[in-house]
């Protein structure tokens, strides 16, 4: 028994990291509210530490450069994904209501605002090193979406005659297609945005093609 109450205490280390984790995600998102008021490349490290209250060395401890700031985004998404890929895999849902709720999650952080959108996408496109590893994870999230459908296709929610790699890579260039044009021109609330562009994703998922082998 005493035993078992010492080893729920709560460790030192724990806490540390939690502190970590809390400033970490305090420059991130002082970092992107900059990133929508002046845009990325006008947004200097100085201003992220003066906005988030801490020394400019702090954001070094963190993010080896701004860049890593786009990273972590990416690494968000794959977070998204991969929670996602869980659900599929629990069943507990449909396929159809996993890649919906995924689509707006995946949405929610670049669309606060048209200007961060405009602002990111123009990032990603820009800096090298965002580029090469948001292609990185996009081929991770690829894969987990995949897999997704793939469970979708099993449960006959999906159709069988394309490949789940192919789909997996209309819903990524749907995504941004629809938060490129929305950037553009961000007429009517992005939501419904979205909802028309799962709405035609979903119409090519699950149209009749060959029949199922």
Do not use: C
């Not at 119409?203 to 082998?213: L, M, R």
């Amino acid at each position: 028994m005493t035993k078992r109450r010492h080893n729920q205490l709560p460790k030192p280390a724990g806490r540390r990291e939690r502190r970590r984790a809390e400033t970490r995600e305090k420059l991130y998102q002082t970092a992107m509210r900059l990133f929508a008021e002046r845009g990325f490349f006008d947004t200097s490290t100085e201003a992220i530490t003066e906005a988030a209250d801490v020394g400019q060395g702090t954001f070094f401890n963190y993010f080896p450069t701004k860049d890593h700031v786009l990273i972590a985004l990416s690494e968000k998404q794959i977070g998204k994904i991969s929670n996602a890929l869980h659900e599929a895999e629990a069943g507990d849902r449909s396929i159809r209501d996993v890649l919906h709720r995924l689509m707006h999650a995946i949405a929610e952080e670049p669309t606060r605002s048209a200007p961060l959108t405009r602002s990111l996408l123009a990032a990603f496109v820009g800096s090298d090193e965002a580029r090469e590893f948001t292609g990185e994870t996009m081929a991770r999230g690829r894969n987990s979406l995949a897999r997704i459908i793939k469970f979708g296709q099993e449960r006959k929610e999906i159709r069988h005659d394309r490949k789940a790699m192919d789909l997996a890579m209309t819903f990524q260039r749907n995504v941004l297609g629809t938060l490129l044009l929305w950037s553009i021109r961000p007429n009517g609330n992005v939501s419904s945005w979205l909802e028309r562009t799962f709405e035609d994703f979903w119409d090519v998922a699950t149209s009749k093609g060959d029949s199922p082998q």
